[in-house]
């Protein structure tokens, strides 16, 4: 892979592409003390669920961490992930940790994808499945570098959950600047934790001998050395860089004697002391350079506006231990966290003033370069909002498309409030990624504020990628995701394709929605002919969502009219597409097609995973119209298999969301049909639990967590979850109130017990 797509943000078949330069840990290098004591502790610490290295800056995590991956890479490799701020979006964290997996276990096989899981949650789809995959395997370690990265909840929890679910033979090791939100108390109590704190990295007298006088032949004296060591108290990076200002003194001793007695002191005298060893093009390449993410020689050459920067890094990374090289062609550099902080400090005393100007020359590289992720980030920094917006309203469907939705709202949320609400264009995109997130409440928000500008504000265009103007953009929202009202989705769908006439690439997405609104209102034959203008026009627009959709419901609308060959090749069709384009998380239709075309053809039986894996994806992607439908299209195979509970419960569940929405359009009506011929209700419950059945429903009925529940029990949670899902289908409820209502009702549980 090259750099340029190692670094681009979209990667093939949606998902985004692995910046190769995360999964390697940094090279351990000439001049770096092996501590020979700590990495023999971390291969004792693999007996636990997680370790934890939590430590400030410059204790040296990574670099020890490095070193123990760098030892054991013979008998027990080890998977590494560096992370930074993009892994804020749980799909990019996920793709990189699954690939470090992948690397030192390469039987392991995930049949989703983080990018599958559209708007779902990882913890409903793709982690589960990994777990899965890593339960019969050979022990795996994974390193997550600078985990205090990870603001974003979101992502956050996706990996507590995967700690806390993960298999005995799976081990994870965080390096972390601050506390992480992780279940540690827990863990602790169980034995399942080893930590290494500040005083566990601080260098003893001995390591400060070793380093200074042994490794880098300072000749200090003991008075000198012991010095240096109690005013850095030991801290790593103190005297890494102590050492490196003291190669070019003749009087060490005096450096010695004025040497600052706290950290604060010594980082401020001791980075002043490292640019001074080098000449002035170079310190004003490492402090310009400072502002970078990661670093490359024609980046720096856009900072400095001149050439040669290239050939500067490399001589810089052979001497200077704090330029860390990121690839084995010497192409892409970092600085030491740290160090890259006090550069920064450096760059506001020396040129104040000069960081906006630094991130915009950042930003028009990075554009020009195509990694539009970066140039976005630098743009914000370097407070120019219009030029950000302008990016943003160029990718942000490719960001979507890719279930990024976490990067595009983290771009977002870093814009003044007032620029947003200034922007129509940035409310719309707003809107459309609160909608596909399912955040209706802040969707609404960004949709009345578009609607209060002036109209020829919003008539103005093209202003985003493919939109005629931000009102069919609005437009075409509200067509596609109605929030249950099928009527409006007809007359947005039947107005976006005015907007958005026959040529636009969104022109099939309107077709799409008048054609979907027309089928829940029972015009078969209206919604076919708009489907096949969706199909028709889409493919060559490359809208695939709508067309791999289009062709799920043709089948659907085939078999009502009992033709059952294009039944059948419609469905086929449908999930070829979804499986070429990896959009089976995204597109649940094609699949619940699939299991009807299989039922129509007499294998009712072997339509049922189908069916139920297309319901559990519209669960989060579909409209609740659209997911009631397939409920009722489960329930008729249910009906055939004569699985009266599950039927019953399906039924059940169609009901909550029909009487959610403002306007079902013929759905309601089909419901009636099932429910007034559904199986009579068996006035007993429970009569087949299993004594750990009824175990788990007293606790149940109790305050208690499912986590809570497992612990009490000492089973799994999976194990725990796996009891009340068939509590429910016994007892033919949905929720745990009614599992608890019924039990009380059937005399399995009695009131003192509640």
């Not at 190692?6 to 330069?21: F, I, S, Y």
């Not at 980075?271 to 001074?276: K, P, T, Y």
């Not at 630094?358 to 990694?371: E, I, K, N, V, Y």
């Not at 949670?717 to 109130?737: C, D, E, G, P, Q």
Request: glycine share 8%.
């Amino acid at each position: 892979m090259t750099t340029r797509e190692a670094d681009t943000a979209v990667g093939r078949g949606g998902g985004p592409v692995l910046v190769l330069t995360k999964l390697r840990p940094p090279g351990v290098r000439d001049g770096i003390l092996r501590r020979e004591s700590l990495v023999a502790r971390l291969d004792l610490a693999l007996a636990s669920r997680l370790l934890l290295v939590a430590c400030p800056a410059g204790f040296g995590k990574t670099t020890l961490l490095a070193s123990w991956v760098a030892a054991r890479a013979d008998d027990r490799p080890v998977g590494w992930v560096s992370l930074d701020e993009g892994d804020n979006d749980p799909t990019v964290l996920w793709a990189h940790v699954i690939e470090a997996i992948r690397g030192v276990c390469p039987a392991v096989r995930v049949f989703a994808a983080p990018e599958d899981a559209g708007s779902a949650p990882l913890i409903s789809r793709v982690l589960p499945l990994l777990v899965n995959s890593l339960t019969d395997q050979s022990p795996v370690t994974v390193v997550l570098d600078d985990y205090h990265r990870l603001t974003n909840p979101v992502s956050r929890d996706s990996v507590a959950w995967f700690l806390e679910h993960a298999p005995p033979t799976f081990r994870l090791v965080i390096a972390t600047r601050s506390e992480p939100r992780l279940p540690l108390a827990v863990l602790r109590a169980r034995g399942e934790l080893a930590e290494l704190r500040p005083d566990d990295l601080r260098f003893s007298l001995d390591e400060a001998e070793a380093l200074l006088n042994g490794l880098l032949g300072l000749g200090l004296t003991a008075p000198d050395v012991e010095s240096l060591f109690e005013r850095t108290e030991g801290w790593p990076a103190g005297l890494y860089l102590a050492a490196k200002s003291l190669e070019g003194k003749s009087d060490r001793h005096e450096f010695v004697a004025r040497f600052g007695a706290s950290n604060r002191h010594v980082v401020d005298l001791l980075v002043d002391e490292v640019l001074n060893t080098h000449e002035p093009d170079m310190q004003t390449l490492m402090m310009r350079a400072s502002i970078l993410e990661r670093i490359s020689g024609p980046l720096c050459d856009a900072l400095l506006e001149s050439s040669g920067s290239a050939t500067k890094l490399a001589d810089l990374a052979r001497s200077n231990l704090f330029l860390i090289p990121l690839d084995e062609e010497g192409e892409w550099y970092r600085f030491h966290r740290l160090f890259g902080q006090l550069l920064r400090v450096q760059l506001a005393r020396r040129e104040p003033g000069s960081e906006p100007g630094l991130h915009r020359r950042a930003s028009a590289w990075h554009r020009d370069f195509g990694t539009t992720d970066d140039a976005v980030t630098h743009a914000i920094d370097a407070g120019d909002h219009a030029v950000a917006a302008e990016l943003i309203s160029a990718v942000w469907i490719r960001f979507c498309n890719a279930c990024r939705h976490e990067t595009v709202r983290g771009w977002l949320r870093r814009f003044p409030e007032n620029a947003v609400h200034a922007d129509p264009r940035l409310l719309l995109v707003h809107a459309w990624v609160s909608s596909i997130c399912a955040d209706r409440v802040e969707a609404a928000r960004c949709i009345l504020l578009i609607e209060g500008k002036d109209s020829d504000t919003l008539s103005d265009g093209p202003l985003l990628e493919g939109f005629a103007s931000v009102e069919s953009g609005l437009t075409l929202l509200k067509a596609t995701i109605p929030w249950g009202d099928v009527g409006a989705m007809v007359d947005n769908g039947g107005r976006a394709a005015v907007l958005e006439p026959p040529g636009s690439p969104w022109y099939p997405v309107a077709c799409w929605a008048i054609a979907v609104g027309s089928y829940l209102r029972g015009d078969l034959n209206g919604a076919d002919g708009w489907f096949a203008d969706s199909i028709f026009y889409g493919v060559p627009a490359g809208q695939w969502l709508t067309t791999t959709s289009a062709l799920g419901y043709r089948s659907l609308i085939a078999g009502e009219h009992g033709r059952m060959d294009d039944q059948r090749e419609h469905a086929r069709r449908a999930v070829e597409m979804a499986d070429q384009h990896r959009i089976n998380g995204l597109v649940g239709i094609a699949r619940v097609a699939l299991g009807v075309s299989l039922a129509a053809g007499g294998r009712p039986g072997d339509a049922l995973a189908p069916l139920q894996h297309g319901i559990t994806t519209m669960e989060y992607r579909g409209q609740p119209p659209e997911l009631a439908n397939a409920l009722l299209l489960l329930a008729r195979v249910l009906k055939t298999v004569g699985d009266s509970e599950m039927l019953t419960l399906t039924i059940k569940q169609a009901r909550s969301i029909i009487d959610s929405c403002p306007d079902p359009g013929a759905v309601g009506d089909r419901l009636a049909v099932l429910e007034r011929h559904r199986p009579a209700r068996s006035a007993q419950y429970g009569d087949e639990l299993t004594e750990r059945e009824l175990e788990v429903l007293r606790l149940l009925s109790g305050p208690h967590a499912e986590s809570d529940i497992a612990g009490t029990l000492f089973v799994s949670f999976n194990t725990v979850h796996t009891h009340i899902r068939a509590i429910y289908r016994k007892l033919r409820v949905s929720s745990r109130a009614e599992a608890i209502d019924h039990a009380l009702s059937a005399g399995l549980l009695s009131e003192d017990l509640t």
